[in-house]
């Protein structure tokens, strides 16, 4: 196996332990949600329901088939773009400027109304389509976002991201802390490799390695995204 080869079995498996954790833990909020239906209706981080939340990360599934489609319509019609993005920390710059509070938690509400009645079926059936259909592709193939063309292989791990933080914040919703929890290895060093690359991109590496290294604190509202 080449290196690039290994690269992408690699950041393919991180993106599939992401997604079924995911799958996972909502799934462990419908069965809570039997007994009080309510629990999708409770707060889930910032404005967002517990509900709005699982729409908001399901789009980290959902924008894979949708950019994918829009690249494959787009070479047919021969008006394809260049590749233009050529890095996860690189697409969260662009995706960041070009993004509003606003629009970001409207579009988790407004998916979170497609998942219907069943939240986890839904989520479940998702993962499992968008990970069948990855697990196809060697990592070359292209991504129309609205940030600009990206190749897969550098788009996915931008996705590992958004799931497993967003895994972090339903489990802290439903009262699991921080400290408990549990990040899948896989989708943690994906997740923080592309976070130290955001860090390092923005000029934050500094505070970053002092609190990691128990030099310091974070200095306070401190985040890459």
Do not use: N
Request: aromatic share 6%; hydrophobic share 50%; proline share 6%.
């Amino acid at each position: 196996m080449s290196e690039t080869s290994r690269d992408w079995s690699d950041t393919l498996f991180a993106f599939d332990t992401a997604a079924r954790w995911f799958v996972a833990v909502t799934a462990g909020i419908a069965e809570r949600a039997a007994g009080d239906a309510e629990i999708w209706a409770q707060l889930g981080l910032g404005e967002w329901t517990v509900r709005d939340l699982v729409g908001h990360t399901s789009r980290a599934l959902t924008a894979v088939e949708a950019y994918l489609d829009l690249a494959v319509e787009e070479d047919a019609a021969g008006v394809a773009a260049p590749i233009d993005v050529t890095s996860p920390a690189g697409y969260y710059e662009r995706a960041l400027a070009a993004g509003t509070p606003e629009i970001i938690a409207q579009r988790g509400r407004d998916t979170a109304a497609t998942l219907g009645a069943e939240p986890a079926v839904a989520v479940a059936a998702l993962a499992a389509r968008v990970l069948a259909r990855v697990a196809t592709l060697d990592g070359s193939e292209p991504c129309d976002t609205p940030a600009g063309r990206i190749r897969i292989a550098e788009y996915l791990p931008s996705r590992t991201v958004e799931l497993t933080v967003h895994t972090s914040d339903l489990l802290q919703s439903q009262g699991v802390p921080a400290a408990e929890q549990t990040v899948p290895e896989p989708a943690a060093a994906a997740t923080l490799h592309v976070l130290a690359d955001l860090a390092a991109h923005k000029g934050l590496a500094a505070p970053l390695l002092r609190a990691a290294t128990g030099r310091a604190p974070l200095p306070a509202g401190f985040s890459l995204l």
